[in-house]
């Protein structure tokens, strides 16, 4: 248990309904990552914070996609209109911003299947 | 598509030692990180190379070379335990780029 927590664990949803996930981070950490991985993959980087700003976001990731992290605390990822294609997991991760620690600590990411 | 290439998979016995290599493409490189994941896991940090040479952290070290744009992973010892896939991934300043991942199999 690396301290990040992801809620809920597991997702099944209809093609077309919203989908929203959430991800409590390490307290002290103020940047925070989205991710998403599919089987047989690599993690791949969907957004980034720091603090409360939303800093990057994938030109990957469609406007379906959107992600908060209002307050620099817990973040939520929400998926409008999902589509057979987001069938995923979907892992957050969060990291000091210390140029002597490169280590992002990850939950145990959201699985989301849309049938 | 990925900008690192790594084997998709390593097959080793018990007690023997394997390197899983790494290229990546230097756009955007600040240094080269290490994960593994186990089934049904997360990806948890193993080491990182910010400058070339060598970093040694118990039975893993991992090594960089800026120049050929390449490093690996070295896992000495193996155990069963060490069976799950490994991911390198650049650091571009702050996001992770992952590589596919090598998955190693450890026989007994």
């Known amino acids: 248990d690396t301290g990040v927590s992801q809620n809920p664990r597991h997702k099944i949803t209809k093609r077309g309904q919203n989908v929203t996930f959430r991800c409590d981070p390490i307290?002290?950490?103020?940047?925070l990552y989205w991710y998403r991985q599919t089987l047989g993959q690599g993690p791949e980087f969907l957004t980034y914070f720091q603090n409360e700003a939303q800093l990057e976001k994938s030109r990957l990731l469609s406007d379906r996609f959107s992600a908060e992290r209002p307050k620099g605390s817990f973040s939520t990822l929400e998926i409008q209109r999902t589509e057979q294609g987001d069938s995923a997991m979907y892992l957050c991760?969060?990291?000091?911003?210390?140029?002597?620690?490169?280590?992002?600590?990850f939950g145990p990411g959201t699985r989301l299947t849309v049938t | 598509g990925q900008s690192l290439e790594q084997p998709s998979e390593v097959t080793a016995v018990e007690g023997a030692i394997v390197q899983i290599n790494c290229t990546y493409q230097?756009?955007?490189?600040?240094?080269l990180s290490w994960y593994q994941q186990h089934d049904g896991g997360a990806p948890t940090f193993l080491s990182y190379?910010?400058?070339?040479g060598l970093e040694e952290t118990g039975r893993f070290s991992s090594f960089l070379s800026r120049s050929d744009s390449y490093g690996y992973l070295l896992l000495q010892e193996l155990q069963m335990k060490d069976s799950a896939s490994y991911f390198c991934?650049?650091?571009?300043?702050?996001?992770?780029?992952f590589g596919s991942g090598t998955r190693l199999l450890v026989r007994p």
């Open positions: 991934a650049k650091d571009s300043s702050y996001k992770l780029i």
């Open positions: 307290s002290e950490h103020n940047r």
């Open positions: 230097t756009s955007g490189f600040y240094g």
């Open positions: 991760a969060s990291s000091l911003e210390n140029r002597e620690d490169y280590e992002q600590y």
């Open positions: 190379n910010g400058l070339d």
